[in-house]
């Protein structure tokens, strides 16, 4: 099977609103992040910037209390939430109560928003990966288009029914996490030999979830066809580049 090859250029210029005047604060895109924690500050920091970049009205990020200060401090455009907490910061008594708080804090503002991303340097402590969880799951019940990336992959990869069916949802593995979802989901290896049907298997198996799996050519499938972006950026594979698709994205999807 083949992939169609995309002019994405004319794409994003079709879609992305023209300026005008007689719009309001909100209405070229209200975005969040969920990540960022005591290792990963700059992920979060290029999904959200990036979205804003791209032409985002407002950007949140919601991380942990050790990594808002230092978010907060690279741009004072971002609108930052320290509300996430890892075990290492909870006693296993307060554990429940806690993830309530954490949850209450989210939903104050979940519902205005028109995309989140999760998971760009998010981290992989369970307690922490557990909120996140239910923001998720609230998230789809509110019928908020998700992006998930970097960790978020992880958290989505061991529990598939967090996205499982949702057409809202963007999935953006690199190959690492590329390699595991194809493991959990199709039980069997990559084939680079046959990319396109296997994106496409994959796509359809989680229930019509949109993959964009990253590389030379990045390959998007949404259970129904294969598309392939193959323009070249910058030859150098520096960390990060995948936190700047990420936030573009999420700017992207509520303009479409
Ligand atoms: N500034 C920040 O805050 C940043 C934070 N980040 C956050 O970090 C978290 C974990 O994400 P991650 O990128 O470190 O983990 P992962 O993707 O498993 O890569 C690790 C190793 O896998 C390999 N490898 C990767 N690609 C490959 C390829 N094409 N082909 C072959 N091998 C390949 C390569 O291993 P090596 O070759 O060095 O052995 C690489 O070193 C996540 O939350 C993310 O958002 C990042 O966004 C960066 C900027
Ligand atoms: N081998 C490659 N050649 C050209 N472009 C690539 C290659 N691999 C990835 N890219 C491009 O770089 C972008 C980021 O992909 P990458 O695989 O680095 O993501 P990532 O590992 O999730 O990034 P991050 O460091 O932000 O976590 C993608 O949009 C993809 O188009």
Redesign the pocket.
């Known amino acids: 099977m083949q992939s169609v090859e995309v002019d994405a250029e004319s794409i994003i210029r079709v879609i992305t609103p023209a300026l005008d005047q007689s719009r309001h604060k909100g209405q070229a895109g209200k975005i969040a992040v969920i ?1 960022g924690c005591r ?9 959200a910037i990036s979205a804003l970049k791209i032409g985002a009205d407002l950007s949140h990020v919601f991380c942990t209390k050790d990594a808002a200060p230092v978010i907060k401090s690279y741009s004072p455009e971002l609108i930052v939430h320290p509300v996430l907490e890892e075990s290492y910061s909870v006693r296993e008594e307060d554990k429940k109560i806690i993830a309530c708080k954490v949850l209450a804090e989210v939903d104050k503002w979940l519902e205005r928003f028109d995309c989140l991303v999760i ?5 992989r402590d369970p307690f922490l990966l557990d909120c996140v969880s239910e923001i998720t799951r609230h998230a789809r019940k509110s019928n908020i288009p998700i992006v998930i ?4 992959l ?1 958290l989505v990869t061991n529990h598939l029914e967090l996205v499982s069916g949702y057409a809202l949802a963007v999935l953006t593995p ?4 590329y390699k595991r979802l194809v493991q959990k989901v199709l039980s069997s290896e990559v084939n680079n030999d046959d990319a396109t049907q296997q994106v496409l298997s994959l796509a359809k198996q989680v229930g019509g979830v949109t993959i964009l799996r ?2 030379k050519s990045d390959l998007i499938s949404d259970g129904d066809t294969v598309k392939s972006v193959s323009i070249y950026g910058i030859p150098r ?1 520096c ?2 580049q ?2 700047i698709l990420s936030g573009r994205q999420n700017s992207l999807y509520f303009y479409h």
């Open positions: 990540g290792e990963y500050t700059g992920a979060p920091y290029f999904a998971g760009p340097g998010l981290g990336d970097g960790d978020g992880f690199n190959v690492n996490e990253k590389g594979r960390g990060g995948g936190d």
